[in-house]
T-cell receptor, first 110, second 113 residues
Framework: GQQVMQIPQYQHVQEGEDFTTYCNSSTTLSNIQWYKQRPGGHPVFLIQ?????EVKKQKRLTFQFGEAKKNSSLHITATQTTDVGTYFC??????????FGRGTSLIVHP | SQTIHQWPATLVQPVGSPLSLECTVE??????LYWYRQAAGRGLQLLFY??????ISSEVPQNLSASRPQDRQFILSSKKLLLSDSGFYLCAWTSSGSTDTQYFGPGTRLTVL
């Protein structure tokens, strides 16, 4: 079945440093979504990528979808303490069932 | 606008006791509904999903079951809880026939002692 690998599992950064998390799928995806879960909270949708090679930006966050639609990345520029949380990717291969990565927990040290 | 409710928010249950968690969605019709479990510090494990009333698909065999008695109501149950059932249970929905955004409820934090 479809598998989505996400790395790293944890990332410690100093406030102001950049952060990147990567997702790789074992199969070609129809779309990929990114979610953020704050400590103690529930996952909240950030963005969806659909097109091959797509790049989207939300303020300091940059999301990319690979040309082969099998990988994706989330990059945060100049992290802030408000960026703390776990970031999940979720890939869909055409069914109603998204496959979530295991998430990357971002810890920002002030 | 659409909203999703889950209750209770927190639950502490003894081993061997039954469980019933409820999820309801407002503001949409015929949603796809999902139950996930998240162990502490871990990822999301899909337990069940439903594309319509009475239609339940199980992703992981275990002592949990799900039911969808109404279009916008999704219930997670167990007859006898195990210690390993502890975790954060999340309900989510997507639009009918869509693989788009999953909207998560606030979750139920279950501790089995």
């Amino acid at each position: 079945g479809q598998q989505v690998m996400q790395i790293p599992q944890y990332q410690h950064v100093q406030e102001g440093e950049d952060f990147t998390t990567y997702c790789n799928s074992s199969t070609t995806l129809s779309n990929i979504q990114w979610y953020k879960q704050r400590p103690g909270g529930h996952p909240v949708f950030l963005i969806q990528l659909v097109k091959s090679g797509e790049v989207k930006k939300q303020k300091r966050l940059t999301f990319q979808f690979g040309e082969a639609k099998k990988n994706s990345s989330l990059h945060i520029t100049a992290t802030q303490t408000t960026d703390v949380g776990t970031y999940f990717c979720a890939g869909t291969g055409g069914s109603y069932i998204p496959t979530f990565g295991r998430g990357t927990s971002l810890i920002v040290h002030p | 606008s659409q909203t999703i409710h889950q209750w209770p928010a927190t639950l502490v249950q003894p081993v061997g006791s039954p469980l019933s968690l409820e999820c309801t969605v407002e503001g949409t019709s015929n949603p796809n509904l999902y139950w996930y479990r998240q162990a502490a510090g871990r990822g999301l494990q899909l337990l069940f999903y439903s594309v319509g009333i009475g239609q339940i698909s199980s992703e992981v065999p275990q002592n949990l079951s799900a039911s969808r008695p109404q279009d916008r109501q999704f219930i997670l149950s167990s007859k006898k809880l195990l210690l390993s059932d502890s975790g954060f249970y999340l309900c989510a929905w997507t639009s009918s026939g869509s693989t788009d955004t999953q909207y998560f409820g606030p979750g139920t934090r279950l501790t089995v002692l």
